[in-house]
């Protein structure tokens, strides 16, 4: 049981800003939010993770909510090479991944 | 550079006849962990292990087996492949805490005949 609901797919245009949405209502105080990415033929790669607040690095940006039982990942300008799966996932001393959303970006 | 190393990449083996995909990562993390990822059902865990002399099953862990003797260490074993255990296989490692993102390898496909 993942515990967090993502979209199967969504599109973008290249160098638009893309927002992944993900659903984890029955997150624990202690869970933090973790995305991962997954291009064609590679193993998972970590992306961003927060708790509360916030965060971006130079990947990406996580937009928590505030009650915290949903998340936004940001691509700020989508590239080709952004297309893949993306996992968000809650960790809580362990991580089990869903389906995710398959992001296809179009030139 | 710190990585996770499986081995093999590929390989294509008899039912029944045992084998072991190893993976060791150069990191000293503590937790480790056997995933398998099958079209439509995404990445299920097989085993984990929080420390050296320490493992509990995943979700799908019937007809595998592993062990940790040494931290950088964590080889998954199957005493009698069948077809059914045709997957892709991925490592990862981490640190103990949920403040630390996993680091994974690169994958082996099996394919069991």
């Known amino acids: 049981d993942a515990k967090t609901t993502q979209p199967n797919s969504m599109e973008s245009n290249e160098e638009e800003p893309v927002h992944l949405p993900c659903n984890h209502s029955?997150?624990?105080?202690?869970?933090?939010i973790h995305w991962y990415r997954q291009l064609p033929s590679q193993g998972p790669e970590y992306v961003i993770h927060?708790?509360?607040s916030n965060v971006n690095n130079r990947m990406a940006s996580l937009a928590i909510a505030e009650d915290r039982k949903s998340s936004t990942l940001i691509l700020h300008r989508a590239t080709l090479r952004d297309a893949a799966v993306y996992y968000c996932?809650?960790?809580?001393?362990?991580?089990?991944f869903g389906a995710g959303t398959r992001l296809t970006v179009k030139p | 550079e710190a990585q996770v190393t499986q081995n093999p990449r590929y390989l294509i083996t008899v039912t029944g006849k045992k084998l072991t995909v190893t993976c060791s990562q150069n990191?000293?993390?503590?937790?480790m962990s056997w995933y398998r990822q099958d079209p439509g059902l995404g990445l299920r865990q097989i085993y984990y292990?929080?420390?050296?002399?320490?493992?509990d099953k995943g979700d799908v862990p019937e007809g595998y087996k592993v062990s940790r003797k040494e931290k950088r260490n964590f080889p998954l074993i199957l005493e009698s492949p069948s077809p059914n255990q045709t997957s892709l296989y991925f490592c990862?490692?981490?640190?103990?805490?949920?403040?630390?993102?996993?680091?994974f390898g690169s994958g082996t496909r099996l394919t069991v005949v």
């Open positions: 996932i809650r960790h809580n001393n362990d991580m089990r």
């Open positions: 990191m000293n993390h503590e937790y």
């Open positions: 927060g708790l509360t």
């Open positions: 029955t997150i624990s105080g202690t869970d933090y």
């Open positions: 990862a490692s981490s640190p103990p805490d949920r403040w630390h993102g996993y680091t």
């Open positions: 292990s929080m420390n050296v002399e320490v493992t």
